[in-house]
Each structure stands twice: as structure tokens, then as C-alpha cells.
């Protein structure tokens, strides 16, 4: 195990935000995962996967442990399902990949979504009509504290919308070592229906004139996320910086008496879901600036570092679009990105 003092941390998240950690060590083995909680058992620890869901508000004062454990792992195969292992450090689009290059339906709807495996299952992460917990089986963690290897399951995992037990009453208690899913084989006669009816999917599958199948859904999504959000490599960026809000269907049914054109999804009889990207270009965002902190010019949901912006305004600028969007609309958008204050 090599720690690493005063290490930068620019090249680490995909904000490109200028900060440093304390202390500094790549995690390949679970021997080393140990190692590194045994020797840190003082300290409170940071976990660094992808660094693509999180904005470094400041130097990081602990520990920060980078999670690269790699492997995927075909384990069981019938007619029908197939369940794989993935590793924690194993990036999120390359294993919908892979998955698609063995024939295994389940993730196509959330190709090109940054990150890592290991943090996918404390976001919930979702698009287009699916997320992680529809094809989640289980998950491999190990106790920061105690170095307790277990398994918590579906029904444990207590998944909401961009949501899980890992944002609440297991917020910083465990690390993600693996993940097990639940995928479906279609190079086998079966019943598996395509996702294609959310936002631009169908007119993309027909622009592509292809043929529906979870090989042209992945394209078609990936042409689509490709046209909205900007390359974390080329501009700094998180993807979407806030939630989509869910209001009550009673105050959606009183807010288009005086703002007719809102856009909603359903979400249950009582509730729809307000585009945020819609509410934040309505209040003049879209493409605006405040210094290197910046708004992205063809997708409002997303913010961005023209270059050396520092956590501190990024969240400024954030903090200023909620302001307007409430004043306007009486709708409070919270941040979906994780907010790393030390």
C-alpha cells in the first residue's frame, strides 16, 4: 500500500476542480482495502470511485482511499437470466458494454452514464425509464469501522428515486466491494421488452433506422446523451447537477393555471415530475456564466467549470438558480452531485 501526501485531485474528478488530498492511496486488492481501513482506523476516510457525481467544495483533510477494483464475473447462466459480479472500480459504460457485447439486457437504457460500479447503487443512478434497482441482485460491502465483509440484497437496499440505505442510515458506513446484477439473455427465447417509449428514444431508433433491439437502444442513447451533455474531458462537468423535483399532482394542477406550458411525467396518481432542466432555462440560465462557473448552453441541468472554477463557485452559481427557480415557481431542485465540504 503507497500513501501519498498532499496528492492533486484535478485530474480525479470530472469537475476538473483544483483541490488536494490530505493523504492518497490506490485500492486494486481487498487485502489492501483492509489494510488501508486498518492503518486509517483513526480517521474518517473518503472514498473515491469515478469522481463523477461529486463537487470538491475544498481540500479533502482525510484520508481519501480510491477505490480501482477491477473484475467482471459471469457466476451463474440459465435460459434465461444471467448473473454477473462487477467490481467496484469497474467503469459504469464500459460494463454496459460488455453487456451488450454478451447479449445481456438490463442496463442498454443507462449506457454513457460517468462513474464507477461501486457508487451506482448509492445514487440509485437512472435514464430513460431505468434504473440500477431493476436489475440489482445484491451487493458486496466491507465495513469502514470494523472491516465486516457482508451481502445486502434488493429489499435492503431500500432504493428510491436517486436514492438508497447507502445516502441514509448507512451514509458513510460501508465500502461497496462488488455488485451483483440480475441481467436477462436475449440470444435465448424470452419475454424481455425494450425501454423505448422515455423521451427521445423512439425518434432516435428511427433516425439510426435501425432495428429495436438493446444494442440500437445503447446507440440511440448514447447519440442522445452524447447531442445534450457535455464530455467531462473536454469541459468540466458532473452530468445532470440537480434532481428532477416531484411535486404533489395538486400543486402541478394549480401551477399550469398560471405557467400553461410546464412539463410533467406521471409518477403515481398523486405525484408528477417536473423536468428541472425546463425550470432552470425558463429562468434564463441556460448557457449564462458567473466568472469560469458556467451553465451549459444546450442542456440547463448541467453545470459547468470553464477552467478554473473553483467548488465554491460552482456551488454559488447553483445556489443562485435555486433561489430564482423557487421564486419562480414555488418548486424546490435539490442537487443530485454530492457536495464534498473537507
Not at 480525479?12 to 490530505?22: H, L, M, P
Not at 451463474?76 to 445481456?104: A, R, T
Not at 440470444?187 to 440500437?216: F, H, M, R, V, W
Not at 406550458?261 to 448557457?287: M, R, S
Request: proline fraction near 4%; hydrophobic fraction near 40%.
Amino acid at each position: 500500500m503507497e500513501i501519498k501526501s498532499h496528492f492533486a485531485l484535478k485530474e480525479f474528478n470530472t469537475f476538473g476542480i483544483s483541490a488536494f488530498a490530505k493523504a492518497y492511496t490506490s485500492i486494486t486488492t481487498l487485502q489492501q482495502l483492509e489494510e488501508a481501513l486498518s492503518y486509517f482506523y483513526r480517521d474518517s476516510v473518503f472514498l473515491l470511485g469515478g469522481g463523477s457525481n461529486m463537487l470538491l467544495l475544498n481540500d479533502i483533510e482525510r484520508p481519501v482511499l480510491h477505490i480501482n477494483l477491477k473484475g467482471i464475473e459471469l457466476l451463474k447462466q440459465d435460459n434465461e437470466k444471467v448473473f454477473i459480479k462487477v467490481m467496484g472500480g469497474e467503469n459504469w459504460h464500459n460494463l454496459v458494454m460488455h453487456c451488450i457485447n454478451n447479449n445481456w439486457a438490463g442496463l442498454e437504457n443507462m449506457a454513457l452514464i460517468p462513474g464507477n460500479v461501486g457508487t451506482a447503487p448509492i445514487q440509485n443512478i437512472g435514464a430513460y425509464g431505468v434504473e440500477l434497482k431493476d436489475c440489482f441482485d445484491s451487493c458486496t460491502v466491507m465495513d469502514i469501522k470494523t472491516r465486516e465483509v457482508k451481502t445486502i440484497n434488493l429489499d435492503d437496499s431500500k432504493f428510491g428515486y436517486r436514492d438508497s440505505i447507502f445516502k441514509n442510515e448507512a451514509l458513510g458506513k460501508y465500502v461497496i466491494t462488488s455488485v451483483i446484477f440480475r441481467l436477462t439473455d436475449v440470444s435465448q427465447p424470452n419475454n424481455y421488452k425494450l425501454k423505448t417509449s422515455y423521451g427521445a428514444i423512439q425518434d432516435e431508433l428511427s433516425n439510426l433506422q435501425l432495428k429495436p433491439s438493446i444494442q440500437a437502444v445503447a446507440q440511440a442513447v448514447i447519440n442522445i446523451r452524447s447531442s445534450k451533455l457535455p464530455d467531462p474531458k473536454l469541459i468540466g462537468n458532473s452530468g445532470s447537477f440537480f434532481k428532477n423535483p416531484i411535486i404533489k399532482k395538486s400543486y402541478y394542477d394549480d401551477l399550469i393555471r398560471m405557467h400553461p406550458t410546464v412539463p410533467h411525467y406521471p409518477v403515481d396518481e398523486n405525484h408528477v415530475k417536473v423536468p428541472a432542466g425546463w425550470l432552470i432555462d425558463q429562468c434564463g440560465f441556460k448557457g449564462k456564466r458567473r466568472g469560469d462557473a458556467g451553465v451549459h448552453d444546450r442542456q440547463a441541468l448541467v453545470l459547468v467549470n470553464h477552467g478554473n472554477a473553483s467548488g465554491q463557485e460552482i456551488i454559488t452559481l447553483a445556489k443562485e438558480i435555486q433561489s430564482m427557480v423557487f421564486n419562480r415557481y414555488g418548486i424546490t431542485i435539490e442537487t443530485e452531485v454530492n457536495l464534498i465540504q473537507n
